[in-house]
């Protein structure tokens, strides 16, 4: 007969009465498959920690999106934003979507080239082109997204000496009423540095202007901001036509939607409080088609959206390396993966399910990671079952930022796996190994010998 998991009695207060308005608690109902995979099998085969992408759910969050932009306006264009996940079996599948794709450094833009993405298709933002960046960009006949006027120089003196004349839009910030207001990248809009910078291309002539871009924030929680900036953006849009018979092939509202995680500080959940994306379309595009433009010269509506169609997406697998008591009388526990490959625990309370089924007893207690600094805490408070250590969790909603902006600090990246449509594990990633975190070291023969 199977020997049962002891679990220690707790001594427990009872809340009598109603429940609370989000109803009883269920974050931490076990989650032992994904797409049909066990967890334990894809530790098993793959190695602990592990993160697992959903193809699934991809595809059903951008068909999703699509559908809901598609229905509210004509002329509709994603381009799946590299930086929020540029590995590129996940690339790939949004390609296979018909997306475009949107980076903001050359090796992005060499990832995307080298997927098969036309150069055409590229949409080119970011502050830190260099010379050669832009020269490529042009030769590929990509929109290039002016941030600041000393790109804008150096991109017409480029220009003159290749005899060449590149698509370009201006990157636009304004006051959307969220503060504190993103007006570091681009050019202002209520103080005139988008006209100065509009008339400077107009009055030069080698470039072609054929779109206006902005980005309003990132994890944006309202919808109502984003009506705003496609008014002035369709506002400015209007004005060029006006005064320079101009017109705009397309307006790039950016990204920012907010996924299903859930901000450290907020009162109820994130699944409970996060607009859908219906509510940021709807907002966007009654902008655009109540601002006075021609049927005939709608411009096409660009969307860079990442997080909402792949933070969902994304798992995490874990396993307990221990607990222990702190000196508060605190439970802790101590899992194999920490803030070096899960960089958004910093910001997000993420929903942590354990990958086995449990008693009735939960406690709450402070998730760690293995690092040996004293910030590595995935989460201050989460109420789990009292796992031991061996046992398996599953993070949520990891798909967005956390791939991108690993680290090799104490513990090397782990390898990562894709789910097909048919429920077949793929390794898209292979984990790191030391020769991985060695290559490209150089030492000099003077420090290759020693003795102790």
């Not at 202002?188 to 509009?198: L, M, R, S, V």
């Not at 496609?230 to 397309?250: C, D, F, T, V």
């Not at 996060?274 to 902008?287: G, M």
């Amino acid at each position: 007969m199977e020997k049962k998991q002891y679990e220690r009695p707790i001594i427990k207060s009872l809340n009598q009465g109603l429940m609370n308005k989000f109803g009883t608690r269920t974050e931490y109902m076990p989650v032992t498959h994904i797409d049909g995979v066990a967890v334990n099998e894809l530790l098993q085969n793959y190695g602990s920690p592990l993160f697992v992408i959903s193809e699934r759910k991809i595809r059903e969050n951008y068909r999703n999106a699509k559908r809901i932009f598609e229905t509210r306006y004509p002329k509709v264009q994603f381009a799946w934003s590299y930086k929020t996940n540029y590995l590129n079996a996940v690339c790939n599948v949004f390609h296979q979507e018909g997306s475009w794709g949107e980076v903001v450094s050359r090796f992005e833009y060499e990832k995307a080239l080298k997927n098969g993405v036309p150069g055409s298709k590229i949409l080119f933002n970011g502050p830190d082109k260099m010379d050669d960046d832009l020269k490529v960009a042009i030769q590929n006949d990509s929109p290039i997204h002016i941030d600041h006027l000393d790109e804008l120089y150096r991109l017409i003196e480029i220009s003159n000496d290749m005899d060449a004349n590149p698509r370009v839009a201006i990157r636009v910030n304004m006051d959307t009423g969220i503060y504190p207001m993103w007006d570091r990248f681009g050019f202002n809009y209520e103080n005139g540095q988008a006209w100065d910078a509009i008339n400077k291309i107009m009055a030069n002539g080698r470039l072609r202007l054929v779109g206006l871009h902005c980005h309003i924030g990132t994890f944006m929680l309202a919808p109502s901001a984003y009506g705003i900036a496609a008014s002035k953006m369709s506002e400015l849009a209007l004005q060029i036509k006006n005064r320079y018979g101009k017109i705009i092939s397309y307006i790039d509202m950016g990204g920012g939607f907010a996924s299903k995680n859930t901000l450290k500080g907020s009162y109820g959940l994130g699944a409970d409080s996060v607009p859908e994306i219906s509510q940021y379309a709807e907002a966007i595009t009654s902008a655009l088609l109540n601002a006075g433009f021609d049927n005939e010269e709608l411009p096409y509506l660009y969307l860079e959206t990442g997080r909402a169609l792949i933070d969902d997406a994304g798992y995490l697998l874990g396993s307990v390396i221990s607990n222990k008591r702190l000196s508060d009388g605190r439970r802790a526990t101590i899992m194999d993966f920490g803030v070096n490959i899960m960089f958004t625990s910093f910001w997000y309370d993420h929903k942590i399910s354990p990958a086995q089924e449990f008693g009735h007893h939960t406690e709450d207690c402070v998730l760690y990671g293995p690092l040996c600094m004293n910030i590595d805490v995935i989460r201050e408070n989460v109420t789990l079952p009292p796992l031991k250590a061996g046992d398996h969790v599953v993070v949520h909603n990891v798909g967005a930022y956390n791939i991108t902006q690993s680290m090799q600090f104490i513990a090397l990246r782990p390898a990562v796996v894709m789910i097909d449509m048919k429920g077949q594990p793929h390794v898209i990633k292979r984990s790191e190994q030391l020769s991985t975190l060695e290559e490209g070291e150089v030492v000099p023969d003077y420090l290759s010998k020693f003795s102790l």
